[in-house]
């Protein structure tokens, strides 16, 4: 008996260091899990699987605790049987001297850190428009607004002589246009084109960038409004010379795109022309890029009166294998 006695003493005091353990696993795992999350901003679905694990583990080790408790408590009752005059019970009556005060406390964090972990999963899906009612054009404004400041300091480094040769020959030194710059970003090209003389509204819906654009060109004399295609329902009785659409039209769903298209022909003047840069590259769920071909916008000016011309295809200027980008501009015919 007496080997039992001790057999069983070991085995409480194992089981009592592994309950103190659940604590520092779930601090160390949770901590290191959200962590991965705060760094992996670009990727939502990489984010919610992270934000899983982690609300899974907490409760995980929630019902480990039970089990673990229990089967400590039979220890106890066995060795108090075995030594009743030698058993130290500490029953306690107070609230914070109760039995099992250290797991319900244990466990009550544990279920907070699952909580957190389940509200921050369900915020990035909202964020990333998975749940609620965002439409296709906010998840990608979404996207654009967690990266913007990443984003600018790349769309910056590069001149817009380089980024639109077509537009520096067809804007540089010109007399002064009118000027449609859809889906702005960060200011550059609306900058340079109002600082060669041309009037120019520049649209964008991602606020971050909106914001960005005023400290990076404070002097910009650029119209800025918050407003996106299809419908640009911000610009009423305006016609412009050169309609851009630089890096955008990937970003409009394809059921949106005659609608779209039709939108930017009424802004157009008599002699306006449509400048579209088309990204050949892979879909990219996280910013919500469809595939684009010349042959399908081509196919759908046509009924409106608008003429294709390509301008050939060049590489990625951020250096990406895998994307390049082909020039087109819409007239009227």
Not at 58 to 77: I, K, P, S, T
Not at 198 to 224: G, Y
């Amino acid at each position: 008996m007496l080997a039992a006695y001790g057999q069983n003493s070991e085995s409480f005091r194992s089981l009592n260091q592994q309950m103190w353990q659940i604590p520092l696993i779930s601090m160390t795992l949770t901590g290191g899990l959200w962590f991965g999350v705060s760094k992996a901003d670009a990727s939502p679905l990489f984010q919610v699987s992270l934000l899983v694990l982690a609300a899974i583990a907490n409760l995980g080790l929630l019902f480990v605790l039970f089990r673990l408790r229990y089967v400590m408590q039979r220890h106890l009752d066995w060795l108090e049987t075995f030594n009743a005059s030698g058993f130290v019970g500490a029953p306690g009556k107070s609230f914070l001297t109760r039995p099992l005060m250290v797991r319900s406390i244990f466990q009550l964090l544990l279920f907070l850190a699952a909580i957190t972990s389940s509200v921050l999963m369900v915020g990035t899906m909202v964020n990333a428009g998975w749940v609620g009612d965002k439409s296709n054009s906010d998840r990608a404004v979404a996207f654009y607004e967690r990266q913007a400041k990443d984003l600018a300091e790349n769309y910056e480094l590069i001149p817009f002589e380089q980024a639109h040769p077509l537009l520096f020959s067809e804007l540089g030194g010109k007399p002064p246009k009118s000027v449609l710059d859809v889906g702005a970003g960060t200011g550059r090209d609306a900058n340079w084109i109002a600082t060669n003389g041309h009037s120019v509204t520049a649209i964008e819906p991602a606020a971050s960038f909106r914001a960005l654009a005023t400290r990076l060109h404070p002097n910009s004399a650029a119209q800025w409004l918050d407003d996106r295609l299809p419908r640009l329902e911000k610009l009423t009785a305006q016609r412009f010379d050169w309609i851009i659409l630089s890096a955008v039209w990937m970003h409009v769903h394809p059921k949106d795109r005659p609608d779209a298209i039709a939108r930017l022909k009424g802004l157009l003047s008599a002699s306006g022309k449509i400048y579209v840069t088309l990204r050949l590259g892979p879909p990219d769920p996280a910013r919500e890029i469809y595939s684009v071909t010349v042959d399908e916008l081509r196919d759908i000016g046509r009924p409106l009166g608008l003429k294709l011309q390509e301008f050939g295809e060049r590489e990625d200027l951020l250096g990406r294998q895998e994307v390049k980008w082909r020039t087109v501009v819409l007239s009227q015919s």
